[in-house]
């Protein structure tokens, strides 16, 4: 290699590196307005990260950065496919050839205007108000359309915001992907919901004081493989995980002392985005080669530890001592098999989060048709209220009593991460397509699972898939790690095998 | 005033707006740093505020800033003296040709190092290493030895540091005004000391549990007025107020279950910085207008409500059944006078922070003489703990167990604030001052305290000290509040009144 292409590969690492240490004060900023900002602090907070942002953008957008990666690739620099080498500048050129078509004034106008949407947001979820909240909702979807436009796309403007978080996905893709497993899991909700069979979920619902929670769910993360020393766990409106640089992932989550679920499975599916992040590679931080790859395999992270491995029988055979011990008055009627049973409770509901696995990826159907019918213009934000109980009803059957169960829930929608609910399926896919070969893999994980033990799954999960961080794009990646294309079988599978002899079906 | 000169002062005051953002933001991330960062994210901590100080110092460099600042004075714009332009172009102007002397460079390493040094000190003190800690000393002071000689001072290194808390302060003018208040100090802790009365202390140490002293501490600095809507009150290792944006001014402390004092008196002082934050003109937000004047301002905000008030008898009147009431069983035996007497005990003690009003300027003196001499080269690192302590026997005629209660105690010298500590004592000088003309305008202040209202002192700190940020400096403030120069008068007037009579002398 020429000493030239050398030093032009280093500035280009380098100012990658400033930029993502910019954003990454943002992202400092922005888990602060989520967990402890004062109420009259958010447009002070929106002038900082709208300003941060546009620092960021500025810098990265600089024609320089365009000439280096040009120069590499002119040079071969990118031969070997999937080097350290060829995976910075394939992403970074990807990532540079899309942002420089954005202004930056767009980019720092829809960083401020999202932030204060989101205040807003919190407090018209609280009072269940859309009225107060859809003259932001228009103003971040009117953002997000000028941003589709700026870069452009394949077909839909959806598209534009698909790529942003699956990078290569389309509506195209996801559409078939979605419709032979719709098919199938439609059946399969039915099937279970008339089996007549229902577990008693009013023990999850007794009394669990908010702060032996949060010890049990600090112990749950730590059994995972979840680092304390360079994370932390903090409670907020709408829970994340985020990576604010090395030895710091913050994983946040809302407690309710009367059920159990929204706290334990939430901080296990954080805790499983934290240790993708914690698992990425530090001495390239900061660059593609350091960073995860999509939010749908983020995703698969998360929901393998919240549901495959929390919501088995293995893990409860451990955990359930433990849980009684803390919740000893709450729980000490209770046999593991019927709590085991009500956290695999089947039953239609209205908050996604909160959702069981079977169900789950119905709420995800709902969103995705709406979000791509908005970027058609077939959908006002008038109508949404209105839209989003009628698809329910189709899809669940159930009727949001209001907005606060209903449209509000999600925190996506006022952050302007519209195109990112999909991914949340392709997670699901992708984790029991994982699952099952880190089970090939590993042996009897059910029996590591009883004895406590989650390390070796962890290792797994590093070894092929958190240290390579965008090394492979997605989909490459789940034919690397498990040797097929992504399909819905997988997950059918898993869940007819898990639900099935539950529900006799 | 023409045209191109209103263009000129409003690209001045955008220019450094963007500049005191990009600070606001960086002490986001202090704060965070100080409070919730966790333990192996320090070195990332620290590249990213380095990087943020190192971009705002860029930025404020600009020789634009200084051809705007030319222009305006060229033109006059600048005439009438203490007018909102006067004052943002004035002390503008003077920040500019002290930091354009600065090398982003060193800017940008003493950012890194202080924050590393922090962690290291942080550590340090727990183990009570000074060892540990001294390699980072000497960097820091090395770093700040380079500063000073890069922005020049009137006669000594140590000058330039001064003049960065309390701009325009020297060595000579504080020890000027150290000079004869020592004499008087001293004579006046001997008679209290001799006077062989004693309050029963023990009471203090009894058990008060943590979070009934966060609760007191809360209603406490809400009844001064601070607003928890507009800020915060978290944990620290060391307790600091900061404020980071309009509506967002943090205060922190640390809490001893067997120690009333620490948090209590803690969270009155943070909340006094807190007001003085909360009252600067929001409008004026980023520009010397709408920014304190210097520390030692500050700090008369400060002492005044931790003493002036927080330790007075008309304040506990209103506030001691409060506080039996939270505290009912550590303080049910305890009688109003006993408490009183007790938080007002006399005696030499080792922990500056901690330390009562009487002793505690003897805690500073001690500390400007100790890096008067690191800057005159007089002493090294090697010597402080032997030093620090000889002095302590000298002033205080007691000798530290160990460092972390002696030279270890502050967190002062390993975040680089080298200079800040003599603005303390100014400080508390400074809030005599105000406190004596504040009770001349507002009459039976104690009455007022003992009704639990302290409305009025804040409304007339918020009129006349608050919301004219930069208006004046320091020495023209106090003249202009009070009709007189500083002097160390009113502060033993007022230590003569409150303890002669407690003490019997």
């Known amino acids: ?149 700026a870069v452009g796309y394949p077909k839909e403007p959806y598209d534009a915001l698909i790529d942003d978080y699956e990078p290569g996905a389309t509506v195209e893709t996801i559409g078939k992907v979605l419709e032979d ?25 007794r009394h669990y004081p908010v702060d032996k929670q949060e010890i049990l769910g600090k112990m749950a993360a730590s059994a995972m493989g979840f680092d304390f020393d360079s994370g932390r766990l903090d409670k907020t409106t709408h829970p994340f995980c985020t990576g604010l640089g090395v030895g710091d992932v913050r994983i946040t989550t809302r407690y309710n002392p009367h059920h159990f679920n929204d706290a334990f499975f939430g901080i296990m599916h954080e805790a499983g ?42 893990f409860w055979k451990y955990f359930f001592p433990l849980a009684k011990g803390i919740f000893y008055e709450t729980l000490r009627d209770v046999k593991l098999e019927d709590f085991h049973f009500a956290v695999n409770n089947v039953e239609p509901s209205f908050i996604r989060v909160e959702a069981d696995e079977v169900t789950y990826n119905l709420h995800i159907m709902l969103r995705f048709e709406m979000e791509y019918a908005f970027f058609r213009g077939e959908l006002k934000v008038d109508d949404i209220p209105a839209v989003w109980n009628e698809k329910f009803k189709h899809y669940l059957d159930i009727t949001p009593p209001d907005d606060a169960k209903g449209c509000l829930q999600d925190v996506h929608w006022s952050n302007g991460l519209i195109g990112y609910f999909p991914t949340y ?81």
């Open 181 to 205: 497993f719709r098919v199938e899991l439609v059946d399969f909700v039915g099937r279970v919901i008339g089996s007549g069979k229902k577990p008693d979920t009013s023990i999850l619902s």
């Open 425 to 505: 399926t392709l997670g699901n896919l992708y984790s029991a397509q994982f699952f099952a070969k880190a089970k090939e893999d590993l042996g009897d994980l059910d029996e590591q699972f009883e004895r406590g033990s989650f390390g070796e799954l962890k290792q797994w999960l590093h070894k092929n898939i958190h240290t390579h961080g965008q090394r492979y794009r997605a989909g490459k990646l789940v034919e690397v790690v498990t040797g097929k294309p992504l399909s819905h079988k997988p997950f059918m599978d898993y869940l007819k095998s898990k639900f099935g002899p539950l529900y006799g079906v």
């Open 1 to 149: 290699m020429s000493e030239s292409l050398e030093k032009a590969y280093k500035e280009l690492i380098e100012r990658t590196v400033e930029v993502s240490r910019i954003y990454s004060c943002a992202a400092v900023l922005d888990w602060d307005q989520k967990t402890y900002l004062p109420r009259k602090g958010s447009d002070s907070r929106a002038q900082q990260i709208s300003m941060l942002v546009g620092m960021g953008h500025q810098k990265f957008v600089d024609p320089k950065v365009g000439d280096l990666i040009g120069e590499l690739k002119a040079g071969g620099y990118d031969k070997e496919e999937f080097s350290d080498e060829e995976t910075n500048i394939r992403e970074i050129s990807r990532a540079y050839e899309k942002a420089k078509k954005v202004p930056t004034s767009l980019v720092m106008e829809t960083a401020e205007t999202t932030v204060k949407a989101d205040a807003a947001w919190v407090e018209a979820r609280k009072k269940s108000d859309f009225e107060s909240f859809k003259p932001w909702l228009e103003k971040v979807i009117e953002l997000k359309r000028q941003y589709a436009e």
């Open 273 to 314: 985005h934290g240790l993708y992040e914690q698992g990425l590679d530090p001495k390239h931080w900061g660059t593609p080669r350091g960073e995860a790859v999509s939010l749908g395999i983020h995703e698969s992270q998360s929901r393998m530890w919240e549901n495959m491995v929390g919501r088995s029988l293995s």
